[in-house]
């Protein structure tokens, strides 16, 4: 059986890490950055129901009216949502920072 060729591994594969790594600092901003990813996802589900509440009061402004205000106050309700949420996490990830050495 042929040993299997792990030639394209990078060279620091399995080693220590280098003195000046920050894995704390990395992670931290691994979750900031996902928290901001969350936040757009509620800023573009807010504007897609804006959009889809305008377009109803548009095509139907008898018949859809009431759909196309409850899919505005909806997107309102998401991006507010969204905006409440990411600020809590930014400041628990801010509080959960331990000093460093």
């Known amino acids: 059986m042929p040993t299997p060729d792990f030639s394209d591994d990078p060279p620091h594969a399995g080693a220590a890490p280098p003195p000046n790594y920050d894995q704390q600092g ?25 959009g889809f509440g305008l377009v109803l009061i548009q095509l139907h402004p008898v018949r859809a009216r009431g759909l196309g205000y409850g ?9 507010l949502v969204g905006v409440a949420r990411f600020r809590y996490h930014s400041r628990q990830i801010d509080a959960c920072r331990v000093p460093g050495p």
């Open 26 to 50: 990395l992670a931290a901003a691994r979750t900031r950055m996902a928290n901001e990813r969350t936040l757009l996802t509620y800023v573009r589900t807010g504007l897609a129901l804006l």
């Open 71 to 79: 899919a505005i106050a909806a997107a309102a309700v998401a991006m």
